[in-house]
Each structure stands twice: as C-alpha cells, then as structure tokens.
T-cell receptor
Framework: IAGITQAPTSQILAAGRRMTLRCTQD?????MYWYRQDLGLGLRLIHY???????GKGEVPDGYSVSRANTDDFPLTLASAVPSQTSVYFC?????????????FGPGTRLTVL | AQTVTQSQPEMSVQEAETVTLSCTYD???????LFWYKQPPSRQMILVIR??????QNATENRFSVNFQKAAKSFSLKISDSQLGDAAMYFC????????????FGTGTRLTIIP
C-alpha cells in the first residue's frame, strides 16, 4: 500500500538515551518533513528536506537531527532524549512542483521520555 | 513570521446540523495555500479541503466548504449535515506557494457531534 510508514508506533524511553524514529515513503516524493504534536500547540515543524541530500531546520530543531541519504527514508534522531521531547511525532512528504503540493502524513509515533 | 490562530479550542454540534470552525492567519505574502486537516482518534492526519489564495471562489468538497476572506485573513470551515464520523480535531494550516513548503498549523479545534 502506497504511503508513509513510521516506526515504532510508540516508545517509552529513559532520559539520556539515544533514539531514532524511522520514516519511509514509497511515493517518490522529493520533500519530507518531521513535525511534533503537543496538546494545545498543534503541529510544529522540527526539520525538513526538500530533496535527497539536503536538510533544513524548522521551528523547533533543538535536540533533534535528521539525514536524507535517499529519496525514501528520513530518520529523526534524538541524541540524548529529555522529558520535554515527549510528544507525538509525524513524518510527512510532498511532491514539490506537483499540483497543490499536498503533504501526506504518516500514522505518527508516540514517544514518552521518562 | 506566519502565524495561524484557531480561537475555538472546542466546538460541539447536533448531528445533521451545520457548524463553522474559525481560523485566522497572518502573513505578508500574497501567494499561498490554506488547508483544513482532520485528525480523528486514530491520529491520522487527513486533508479535508484546500484553498489557493489567488482564487476568489471558495473551495467546496461535498459537505465541507470554506469562507475565504483574503483581506481579513480569515479562513473558516463550514461542515453541513454533521455526521458522527466528523468528530475529530480540526487543524487549519498555511503555507507559501514557493520555496520551503512547510506547513504552519493552528492549535486545533476539537469538534464533538451530539447524537
């Protein structure tokens, strides 16, 4: 089934641990994004990638890093998790240059940092 | 910086009635897109409707329509004949038409449908 997959679905993590959230899309979209969703704050952009090999910082990038080695994968890494990174994380992708450039979202990862 | 404001944290509507969700935004750009996303309890983000800023005609998708007032920077969503399946969080979002196409979201409105 075409779309975006994220793994894991949920995770409980001890503070200070390293964690990588995985995101894979099979739509050959050139742009990918990571958002975090917090109650009362909506979704906020963490990092983005307009095309394979390039990345950029979003609104709340501190404590997170990303890489884009190929078109399909866009992992998000928390080098040393802190409780304030407890959130639901959404990966999204879009076909820049296509009509409307709609962003398609993955199912999300619920991360709890204790 | 662009901002999106949803001033109604919660709304409720009787089944089969009509409800309007409000959204205002602030931007200095003239060419942009506006979106309404639905997030049901499943957590999946679903695009409901979109509006191009250069189009004066309001977008419509079945029971969903928008009232786009560009000068007032207002973008409300009207849901007609509300159904139980419409219960969800609704997010208004904005992005410019060119360059970095990141979405800026509002804080959301939780819609409850009363049977």
């Amino acid at each position: 089934i075409a779309g975006i997959t994220q793994a894991p679905t949920s995770q409980i993590l001890a503070a200070g641990r390293r964690m990588t959230l995985r995101c894979t899309q099979d739509m050959r979209h050139n742009a990918m994004y990571w958002y975090r969703q917090d109650l009362g704050l909506g979704l906020r952009l963490i990092h983005y990638s307009n095309t394979a090999g390039t990345t950029g910082k979003g609104e709340v990038p501190d404590g997170y890093s990303v890489s884009r080695a190929n078109t399909d994968d866009f992992p998000l890494t928390l080098a040393s998790a802190v409780p304030s990174q407890t959130s639901v994380y959404f990966c999204a992708s879009s076909d820049r240059g296509g009509s409307y450039n709609e962003q398609f979202f993955g199912p999300g990862t619920r991360l709890t940092v204790l | 910086a662009q901002t999106v404001t949803q001033s109604q944290p919660e709304m409720s509507v009787q089944e089969a009635e009509t409800v309007t969700l409000s959204c205002t935004y602030d931007t200095s750009e003239s060419d942009y897109y506006l979106f309404w996303y639905k997030q049901p309890p499943s957590r999946q983000m679903i695009l409901v409707i979109r509006q191009e800023a250069y189009k004066q005609q309001n977008a419509t998708e079945n029971r969903f329509s928008v009232n786009f007032q560009k000068a007032a920077k207002s973008f409300s969503l009207k849901i007609s004949d509300s159904q139980l399946g419409d219960a969800a969080m609704y997010f208004c979002a904005y992005r410019i038409n060119f360059g970095n196409e990141k979405l800026t979201f509002g804080t959301g409105t939780r819609l409850t449908i009363i049977p």
